[in-house]
DNA sequence: TATCCAATAT
DNA sequence: TATATTGGAT
């Protein structure tokens, strides 16, 4: 019965496809004439020169993805719409994504987790300013919540809404988790258990697999953080690198999301 | 200019 | 619901 409760992270972290096995999905999607409509990239990313350890996409090969993406958004109807007006499919957070997002921000420290930077830290193509930004700001509100009860993992859900929180619940809470400037002396503490999540709601059967429903019960996240690298890693030396493979998916509603898998193992 | 934050829209 | 967008404030 609880197997699955303490199962939950691991079974969708198989789930995710990996870098490799969706490139050629991507590619095939793409059609030639929407990679040179859609021009977009990033025009202030400072181009960290990252060596290219995981190579699954050259970055012209995902430009044409992220161009196809662009494209499709408004080829019904829209033929000759600028690229620039172009609506964006929404960015979906994938575990694995926003794991980076956390990383990025464990590393930067809450100081400097603003969106630019948090953003130049992640290097994953595609991310926008506004997508970190968005995602930041519910994050934020997400630590605020939990820091009022952070410690046992077994705390009523005061603040805690796991049909809500499930996705930042999902990855562990950065190191510093709450404690800005402070001299930027970087005290790190070895790691911090997420605080559990508690579900009071017997129903939180969601569609959406990946994020996997937290159980109605108080649960420890299944994993320790095993990710403490060493403190404040400045940008340049090992970053991680910017490739990444996205997908352009269509929901029930027949809205484009836009998925976005950084190639870093996690 | 970049950021934060709340409200609102999709 | 999850994410995007907007607008006012700093």
Redesign the pocket.
């Known amino acids: 019965m609880r197997e699955e409760d303490s199962n939950w992270f691991a079974k969708w972290e198989e789930e995710l496809p990996s870098p490799k096995e969706l490139m050629p999905l991507s590619q095939t999607l793409i059609t030639p004439n929407l990679a040179i409509a859609f021009d977009i990239q990033n025009p ?1 990313t400072p181009n960290p020169k990252i060596s290219p350890l995981v190579h699954t996409l050259s970055s012209t090969e995902f430009e044409s993805n992220l161009a196809e993406l662009g494209g499709m958004a408004g080829s019904s109807g829209v033929g000759d719409e600028p690229a620039r007006t172009q ?8 575990p694995q994504l ?1 794991k980076r997002f956390v990383d990025a921000v464990a590393q930067l420290g809450i100081k400097n ?5 948090i953003m130049q830290l992640m290097s994953v193509d595609g991310l ?4 970190v ?6 994050y ?2 997400y630590l605020k919540r939990m820091q009022g009860f952070s410690n046992s993992g077994s705390v009523y859900g005061a603040g805690v809404d796991p ?5 930042f619940a999902s990855s562990p809470l950065p190191a510093h988790f709450l404690h800005p400037g402070r001299g930027n002396s970087d005290h790190y503490m070895p790691f911090v258990p997420v605080a559990a999540v508690i579900g009071h709601a017997p129903q939180l059967q ?1 569609q ?1 697999r990946h ?1 996997g429903s937290p159980p109605n019960r108080q649960f420890e996240v299944p994993f320790l953080p095993r990710q403490l690298q060493q403190p404040v890693q400045r940008m340049g030396t090992s970053v991680h690198s910017s490739s990444s493979v996205l997908e352009s998916a269509t929901a029930a509603n027949g ?1 484009k ?2 998925t976005l898998f950084p190639n870093g193992d996690d």
């Open positions: 202030n609506k964006r499919p929404r960015l979906v957070w994938t926003h987790a603003v969106p630019k930077t926008t300013h506004e997508n930004a968005s995602h930041l700001q519910k934020r509100l049909a809500t929180d499930h996705l969601q959406y994020f809205k999301v836009l």
